[in-house]
């Protein structure tokens, strides 16, 4: 990638979590204290508020979000503090729920009539949001199971069941949201570990971290069958994770990378394995690119309905994959960086970080000043130019 396109790339937002509703996407955006809505129509993107008590500049101090009826949860970074934040959609309107330390994304949030259940996994727990009183209990496992996330796997849900396979002590627990109890079930013993798992007539569909598709039978215990990965998917990085996210769509086994340089699309009835490339998400093994929030391949997965939307560590792009037709749209925003009429951020704090800024900031500067925007100092910043216009408009 040339320093030209590396620097647009960088000038992209970015975030780790988002609500898709037909056509709009909403998230919290890394690098400014800003709740974003996107139309994906025209890939627009504007800030619909700010978070309280946060610095314009604060990088990543929300990752999860969740929406409930009319309101919006968010997940503290555990730099920020801890908690859940709730914004109220229709008075426009931030308060903190709980200060208990839940984090999550929302993969690991699941609705049951009127109350929330979110997978905590860092503990063997579970947080029950109600939103008839506004309450938060745990509840929380009789052994403790795990002291690192990393060794939990891809929460799925069946039903009123969560089930949360547990990679250290080899398990996957199952919660029951109708009666609130645990059972678990012990993995076999040719499954070492579990990072996705999907499930499809009778049988759970497992990758851990060796090269192969698993088929579990978890009433009986036994693994029907299991499949190699295709020689031409390699690891692009040092992790032994291959896959993170997994769905199963009319007998078609999707798998969305961690560390794996490649989409896998497998096919229960022919048996048909086969990458699905993406052009310009091409991997190099230990090459890394400048201003990459994460390794992980695709950290934000999101589906709705037959559409499946996942964000890009490489090249901040947001792609739409249609299941039925497995067409492919890209989303490239941009961002309107005014906000209640104003330039947005004000710079009460610093300049803002020449990463930080956007192509809008650019083109708002040239409207203010004409086309004479020119840098006549080598040792003076676009930053500190911008900051200079502002002060003068």
């Avoid at 500049?57 to 990752?63: G, L, N, V």
């Avoid at 998917?233 to 798998?255: A, V």
């Avoid at 391949?297 to 309905?305: A, C, E, I, P, S």
């Avoid at 490239?332 to 930080?356: M, T, W």
């Amino acid at each position: 990638m040339g320093r030209d396109t590396n620097k647009q790339r960088m000038c992209l937002p970015f975030f780790y979590d988002c609500i898709i509703e037909k056509n709009t996407i909403y998230f919290p955006m890394a690098n400014y204290n800003a709740m974003c809505k996107a139309d994906l129509e025209n890939n627009e993107v504007d800030i619909i508020d700010i978070f309280p008590n946060i610095a314009s500049d604060e990088s990543t101090a929300y990752t999860g979000m969740f929406k409930y009826k009319n309101y919006f949860l968010f997940s503290q970074h555990p730099k920020i503090g801890t908690g859940i934040l709730v914004y109220n959609i229709i008075e426009s309107k931030f308060s903190m729920l709980t200060s208990k330390d839940v984090r999550f994304y929302a993969n690991d949030v699941f609705t049951f009539g009127e109350a929330l259940y979110i997978v905590s996994k860092a503990k063997a727990e579970i947080y029950k949001v109600d939103f008839t009183d506004f309450s938060v209990k745990r509840i929380e496992y009789k052994i403790r199971l795990v002291e690192n996330e990393t060794n939990v796997g891809e929460v799925v849900r069946k039903g009123n069941y969560i089930f949360i396979p547990f990679n250290t002590n080899r398990i996957v627990l199952v919660f029951d949201m109708l009666t609130e109890t645990f059972r678990f079930y012990q993995f076999p013993e040719n499954i070492p570990v579990i990072t996705t798992m999907s499930f499809f007539d009778d049988n759970w569909w497992i990758t851990g971290v060796d090269k192969k598709i698993y088929v579990w039978n978890m009433e009986e215990n036994t693994i029907s069958e299991n499949i190699d990965f295709p020689c031409n998917i390699k690891l692009f990085y040092s992790g032994e994770t291959w896959f993170g996210n997994s769905f199963i769509y009319k007998n078609i086994l999707w798998l969305f990378p961690v560390y794996a340089d490649g989409i896998l699309k497998y096919n229960i009835l022919t048996k048909k394995l086969e990458k699905f490339d993406i052009p310009g998400e091409e991997e190099m093994e230990g090459v890394l690119e400048d201003g990459r929030f994460f390794v992980s391949k695709y950290g934000m997965v999101r589906r709705l309905n037959s559409e499946v939307f996942f964000l890009s560590s490489k090249t901040r792009i947001l792609y739409e994959l249609n299941l039925e037709t497995n067409d492919i749209q890209s989303h490239i925003f941009k961002v309107n960086n005014i906000y209640n009429g104003k330039l947005y951020p004000d710079n009460a704090n610093r300049i803002v970080a020449e990463s930080y800024y956007t192509q809008g900031i650019r083109n708002l500067m040239h409207i203010q000043k004409g086309n004479n925007l020119i840098i006549e100092k080598k040792d003076v910043s676009v930053g500190e130019v911008i900051y200079n216009c502002m002060k003068e408009t």
